[in-house]
C-alpha cells in the first residue's frame, strides 16, 4: 500500500483571518509548497453520518474569484 501526505499551513493575523495558505503533497511534481488565496476540505463520518467541513480564504481573494471557486 502507498501513503500520501497532504500538508496545509495557514498563517492568521491579529485577529486570527487567514492571510497566507500553502499546501504541499508527497506525490505532487512542485519541489516548494504552493500557495492558495482559498480552500475547502470536508471529511464524512459514516459512523456519526455527519460532516466536518473547513473553508477558509484570505484578504486576497477577490469576491469574483469566491463565485468562480465555489
Not at 14 to 20: A, G, K, L, M, Y
Not at 27 to 42: D, F, G, R, V
Amino acid at each position: 500500500m502507498v501513503k500520501s501526505s497532504i500538508t496545509i499551513d495557514v498563517e492568521l493575523d491579529s485577529e486570527r483571518v487567514p492571510s497566507n495558505i500553502r499546501w504541499q503533497a508527497t506525490e505532487s511534481t512542485a519541489n516548494e509548497p504552493q500557495n492558495a488565496k482559498a480552500m475547502m476540505l470536508s471529511f464524512w463520518d459514516a459512523a456519526d453520518k455527519s460532516a466536518l467541513r473547513i473553508d477558509l480564504w484570505t484578504q486576497k481573494m477577490m469576491v469574483d474569484e469566491m463565485a468562480d471557486f465555489y
